[in-house]
């Protein structure tokens, strides 16, 4: 079981350019969550998948996309990226559904914009 | 407790002491909290939960406590080992969904 995991560890990039960051996991997780961590803060919401087919904005949207490819992966796509997202960004998953329980996060992709 | 701007609050204890770290939450309607450990370079890792209809929750050499009437929650780590030393989140759950996490407490844990 790798739980969740994420690529790439690390990006480096320009202003303009755009990637796509991948997660998936193996714990046949409903939801999926992807969220920034800036240098001493907490961590933000972009995007979220409360389930399969579904996706919905967190509190920091905007300059993203996201694909919930399947049960098993959520990408986070930059169209054109900007110093402002230089950022960690992890995603998270959890069971979902009509009880609260806690989210399990994968390693963290460290991304700089130039 | 919350932090200002880019500086964590820091909580430094030694080796065997109790530690207490404390949490504001902002969402009276929040009915679920937890709190995670997040040790440098990597994802948060969780620790422990409560509901909001209950007050005390322990696992091993943790506890946690929610007062509901002044939004305070508290995470007590017994017998602090260097191994604790993290920064530690409070989260609560507004909706079913998501999590909105503070900002986190230092704790420094000196041999």
């Known amino acids: 079981n790798a739980g969740v995991t994420q690529t790439p560890k690390f990006q480096v990039l320009k202003t303009g350019q755009s990637m796509t960051l991948q997660c998936a996991q193996d714990m046949n997780h409903n939801s999926m969550y992807w969220y920034r961590q800036d240098p001493g803060m907490g961590l933000r919401l972009i995007y979220y998948?409360?389930?399969?087919?579904?996706?919905d904005k967190g509190e920091v949207p905007n300059g993203y996309n996201v694909s919930r490819l399947n049960k098993r992966e959520f990408s986070l796509r930059l169209e054109s990226a900007a110093p402002s997202q230089t950022s960690v960004y992890f995603c998270a998953s959890s069971e979902g559904g009509r009880s609260y329980n806690e989210q399990f996060f994968g390693p963290g992709t460290r991304l700089t914009v130039l | 407790g919350e932090s200002v701007g880019l500086h964590l609050p820091t909580l430094s204890v030694q080796e065997g002491d109790n530690s207490i770290i404390n949490c504001a939450y902002s969402?009276?309607?929040?009915?679920?909290f937890i709190w995670y450990k997040q040790e440098s370079g990597k994802g948060p890792q969780f620790i422990i939960d409560i509901r909001s209809n209950m007050d005390k929750r322990q696992g091993q050499r943790v506890t946690v406590l929610l007062n509901k009437t002044v939004k305070h929650l508290s995470l007590q780590i017994a017998a602090t080992q260097p191994g604790d030393s993290a920064v530690y989140f409070c989260a609560e759950s507004p909706t079913l969904s998501t999590l909105t996490f503070g900002k986190g407490t230092m704790l420094l844990v000196s041999p």
């Open positions: 998948s409360a389930s399969e087919g579904t996706t």
């Open positions: 969402n009276s309607a929040s009915d679920y």
